[in-house]
Each structure stands twice: as structure tokens, then as C-alpha cells.
């Protein structure tokens, strides 16, 4: 019998957990559920090791829904082979799994350890009551507490014996994230003399709670996106994994692996031990989540370099050498991301109604697609569509300029532009304040290699390029060379690639790239 709602969905699990249809919390009314017999089927099928309930839920919500909610449930080989590393470990009293979904870490490890208690800790009502029932099904319902809350604000008793900390925290973006709870996080980052950026997502909250939690002897193994080991934001989870969580080993999966179905995300599992100072960190790649076995092997990379490392994923490859007559592009050239508007539908002009001043209106680089349509020169900024670009203090435009701005920006302030992210943190927050134009231009995300491109109309750039600027001024002969060579020799392999095969250069990546030195030539 398949759910073709949530509703029915609901009264399936609490038939399989032997208690009436619920209601109230999970918006669930009271209904008859078709084909009773077939409740002991399901049963059966979880106690045989499947998730019928939990794929239910993954199909009645959308891939695009879970996602915001951060409910993107584990396949059951990376399950076994996270659980087959903390058996190796040793024996816990209590197993902790911060988002538990549908419960698939927390089984696995009540099957493994027969005499722990389960802690589950999930927000949704609906994934809940899946956990229940499956723990119903398996005959662990004796042994588990299922707290229906958010982690953050959970408290855990004492125990004599170790903790295990096992799962997937929920990843949601810093977008949907309240202030309070950005708040939270760097609040708790502080404690542990850790500094937190706001734009970290859900899945770092979590791991800094369990950094409050955990006591010297638990341990522990959490998957996530693997983005953490190069963003800045993942500082403070490079941080906290050496330096209080007890870290261990690190198992990166290749992006081409896909470890979380319906999600386009690379994945990394992270091992720790609490209150171990390990002299070296082992340090593996693998192809496909089949490669991950026990989570043993890898590199032994020492903790200084680890230190003093601003980004980790390169560790996981062999160190380059660069070739003689060769420097980094960062020894000739600076690499600056393009502005973010913060309300693209306000601030590229066309929506507005009204008219605007044109010295406000500048012609800018809003779509990857016209780079790589311009390559290797964009010659023109005809084509290109304006962004609004306000300055600082209106006092600064005549009397009849002013007038315009004022009622574009009546009409932004209706269209909730003063109310994004980006708005609140600019000096004023109608202005956007674009770079000064770079003599080139990249692209920095797509399936394919970056389009270098020669700016010589000076063109602005938003956040879908980046910015390439001389560190000393370079005459055109030379730009245009570097730009040429750029374009024909920069592949895919030097960004980082995420599951499904899209390509990020990061502008330190692009300062990383390794060019024949002008001096050379």
C-alpha cells in the first residue's frame, strides 16, 4: 500500500505504531486507512531493514521542499558503512541522532548495539511519526526517546557510558535562517573561542550543538555537503572538527558519486573522537559511496598543515609543481567576486515603471551567458542590461535626478528590496556599489571550463562573475594574451567540482592558476 498523501501517510505510520490516526500537530484528521491487512506488510518489510514509510514521505514531498526543510534522507550504504567505523570504535551507551528523519541512522545503530538507548531528535511532526513507527516495527520503541524539536535547544542527561553522535545534519541555507538564529550560532561559536559567519547553514548550527553536548570519550561520524572544507563560512567547522570535536578522518566522495539523491551536492563524512588531539588526520577520496567500506585508509596529513591550511580539498590530491617560468595568477592579479544586488528584480533595471537619471543606470555583466557569448572580448556594452547603481548620499544628484530617485525608491521599499540579506548590511541600502570595472572577466560556475574575456568597454559586473585586476597596471598587448592563454588552458579539474558535474572557481581558485610568468616570455 502506497501513501498518496500526508495525511494518509500519517495514519499508516500510527497504524504501524499501534496508535490512533493522529491529529493536531500534523494537521492530520481522523481517517480509515484502506486495506488494513496490509499494515502487517509494511511492518514486516521494516523489520526486514526497509524504509517503506520514509520513501513515502521522500515522494509526497518534492525534492526542492525537503531541501529547504533539510530533510534529505541518507542511502542506506553510506548508513552501514558510517555505522560499521563506530563499531570499530568501540560500544555506546546512547546514540544521538540530530535530525533523524525517518530514523535510518538511529536503527541501523540500535541493530549494531542492542543495548543502547536511541535518542532521536527531529522537527517535522509527519517524520516523527515515521520514526515511531519504525521503531514500532523493529521492536526498539522500549528503547527510544524521540524528541520532536530543534536540536539547538535540546539538553541531554548524563550517562555513564560514551555517546555517539551519528547522521545527517540538516543542510538549509543562511538565506532561510532567522537573524535569532544567526545570533545563536555566533554566540555559541564564541564560546569555544570560535569566530561563526552569519552566512553558515543549518548543518553548522548543528555541529556547534554538538560540540555543547558531547563529553570527553564520545565520538562520533556526521555527513554532510562537503563544501565546508574550502568556503570561508567553514572555517569555524574546520575549527571546531580539530580542536573540539576530536577529529579523525575525513572520507570525501567524488562529486560525480551523488550521495544525496535529488540534491546536487558533494559529500564528506567527518570522524571524531571527543577529547583526542590527533598528531595527523587521515584524509581520503572515493569514487563512489560502494568505495567507503568501514571508513578506514586514507593519507595521514599532519595537523600543522591542516592549520595552516585555508582550504582542505586540495590536501585530498597530490601536491603540484609548478613548472619552471611559471607563477600564480594571484602573484600578478587580484580576483574579486562581482556585487550582489541582494533584489535582482529591483535593481537591474526593466521592472521599474518610472524613470531614473541614466548616470545611475550602468551597463553591466548580469548573465554568465554573455560572457561566454562575448569570449575572448566584450567590445560593446550595448547589449547589456542596466543595473540601478544609487550613490551613498542622494545629495549627491541634482534636484530633478532626486526627485526620480526618490520615487523609485517609494516603489523598491513596496517591492521589500530594503528588507534582503545584502540590504540590511550595506552602508545605505538602496546602494548597490558595484566594483570599478575589471580589465577581464570570468565566469566561475557552469559544466564547462571558465570564459576568460577582455573588458575593454568597461563593463560592470555582477555576482555571476568575477573581476580580474593587475596588481600593477599591464598594458592591452598583455591582457589580451593572458586572457587568450587563460581561455585555452584553464580546465575544469583546477575548481571544484560539485555532484552532477558543476564546476565552481572560487576567486582564490582563480588566483591559484597557474600561468607562464610575462617576465618569462
Known sequence: MIPTTEEHLAALAA????????????????????????????????????????????????PKTRRRQGAVYTPPPIVESMIAWASSEGTPQRVVDPGAGSGRFLFASGRAFPRAELVAVESDPLAALVLRAN????????????????????????????????????????????????????????????????????????????????????????????????????????????????????????????????????????????????????????????????LQGGRSVPRSRLDAARRWSPLLRPARRAPGGHIELGELCRVHRGQVTGCNTVWIAGSYPGALPESVLVPSVTRARELFDAAPTLSSTHALRRVIDLPVDLVDLGDAAQAQVRSFLRWAKSMRADKSYIAGNRRAWWAVELRDPAPLLCTYMARRPPAFVRNPCGARHLNIAHGIYPREPLAAGTLDALANWLQQNVCTSAGRTYAGGLTKFEPREIERILIPSPTSR
Open 15 to 62: 497504524a504501524v505504531a499501534g496508535s490512533p490516526s493522529p491529529r493536531g500537530r500534523t494537521g492530520a484528521r481522523q481517517i480509515s486507512l484502506p486495506f488494513p491487512a496490509r499494515v502487517s506488510e509494511i511492518a514486516g518489510a521494516i523489520a526486514g531493514g526497509a524504509d517503506p514509510l520514509g520513501d513515502a514521505f521522500c515522494r509526497l514531498r518534492s
Open 135 to 294: 521503531a514500532a516495527a523493529l521492536g526498539m520503541a522500549d528503547r527510544l526517546i524521540l524528541r520532536v524539536d530543534d536540536y539547538r535547544t535540546i539538553d541531554l542527561p548524563a550517562v555513564d557510558g560514551r555517546t555517539l553522535y551519528i547522521g545527517n545534519p540538516p543542510y538549509v541555507r543562511h538565506h532561510d535562517l532567522p537573524p535569532a538564529e544567526k545570533d545563536w550560532l555566533t554566540t555559541t561559536a564564541a564560546a569555544f573561542g570560535l569566530k561563526a559567519s552569519r552566512l553558515a547553514g543549518l548543518h553548522v548550527h548543528f555541529l556547534l550543538k554538538t560540540c555543547c553536548l558531547a563529553r570527553p570519550g564520545d565520538y562520533g561520524a556526521f555527513i554532510t555537503s562537503a563544501e565546508w572544507l574550502d568556503v570561508n563560512y567553514g572555517d569555524v567547522v574546520r575549527r571546531a572538527f580539530m580542536d573540539v570535536l576530536g577529529g579523525l578522518s575525513l572520507h570525501v566522495m567524488a562529486p560525480t558519486a551523488t550521495p544525496f539523491p535529488g540534491s546536487d551536492v558533494t559529500g564528506a563524512i567527518s570522524c571524531f573522537r571527543v577529547g583526542h588531539r590527533a598528531s595527523h588526520i587521515r584524509l581520503r577520496s572515493v569514487e563512489t559511496p560502494a568505495a567507503l567500506g568501514a
